[in-house]
């Protein structure tokens, strides 16, 4: 679905950490300046997912149980502790083809669309950092902050943007708001309502009474 509407020019996903780390489990983290091996990433994905308890193991999560009868079985080996095994060829190219493009930021105008969001540090320079994709130097898993901080939902910033991001399960189960960041409450992973909102064409800072937020409940396909 997501390939599909990715073909409208007003569709624009961006990178999360889970799209980067299945990327390195695929052997594709060349396209960010990574040649460790396949096998490293599988292992610190089961040692950060170390359960495969029905509601902690990440694909429980989002319904793409391990045992049943459904799309993920062709996507993974043996599914058990001691033997698990991803075959990356398995993977349609068109699916890898879809999460290689995704690009870790979208801005537009003054918003800039991030996954967990920006540090208070220069913008400018983190947003060169990304555009770079070369997170070598970065250490072992590789992964951004801007792809995976939760420390930074609300840090205050003075630049001129407005960043807009989720990734966080935040206090109370509500959207962080300020003047210059919007960080959406991101629970629908655990079958809470997706959070969303309008936004204006461009703003100086946030008013919430040009703003629409609403939630969206979310079918769980079986």
């Given at each position: 679905?997501?390939?599909?509407l990715k073909?409208?020019?007003w ?5 999360g ?9 695929m ?13 490293k ?7 950060y997912f170390n359960?495969?308890?029905?509601n ?7 319904n ?5 009868d459904?799309?993920?079985?062709e ?9 698990f095994v991803?075959?990356p060829t398995?993977?349609?190219?068109k699916h ?7 690009p ?12 967990a969001?920006?540090n208070?540090n220069?913008?400018?320079s983190q ?11 970065i250490g072992?898993?590789y992964?951004p902050e801007?792809?995976?901080n939760?420390?930074i939902?609300?840090?205050?910033h003075?630049s001129?943007?407005?960043v807009?991001?989720g990734?966080?399960?935040l206090?109370n189960?509500?959207?962080f708001?300020?003047?210059?960041r ?9 079958d ?6 309008l ?9 919430t ?8 409940q979310?079918?769980?396909?079986e």
């Amino acid at each position: 679905m997501l390939c599909d509407l990715k073909e409208n020019e007003w569709f624009h996903p961006i990178m999360g950490n889970h799209d980067l780390m299945n990327l390195y489990n695929m052997g594709l983290g060349n396209k960010f300046g990574i040649n460790e091996q396949t096998e490293k990433f599988n292992n610190e994905w089961l040692h950060y997912f170390n359960s495969y308890e029905e509601n902690k193991f990440t694909p429980y999560q989002y319904n793409s149980k391990l045992s049943n009868d459904n799309i993920i079985k062709e996507f993974l080996g043996k599914n058990n502790r001691d033997d698990f095994v991803i075959y990356p060829t398995s993977i349609p190219e068109k699916h890898k083809n879809f999460l290689v493009s995704l690009p870790l930021y979208y801005k537009i105008n003054n918003y800039i669309f991030v996954h967990a969001g920006l540090n208070d540090n220069d913008i400018d320079s983190q947003l060169d950092f990304l555009d770079k994709r070369n997170f070598q130097n970065i250490g072992f898993p590789y992964i951004p902050e801007q792809l995976k901080n939760k420390k930074i939902w609300n840090k205050e910033h003075n630049s001129n943007y407005i960043v807009v991001s989720g990734h966080c399960k935040l206090p109370n189960h509500k959207n962080f708001v300020s003047e210059k960041r919007i960080t959406f409450h991101s629970g629908s992973c655990n079958d809470e309502n997706l959070h969303c909102g309008l936004l204006p064409d461009y703003c100086d800072i946030i008013d919430t009474n040009k703003c629409i937020f609403f939630d969206v409940q979310t079918d769980i396909i079986e």
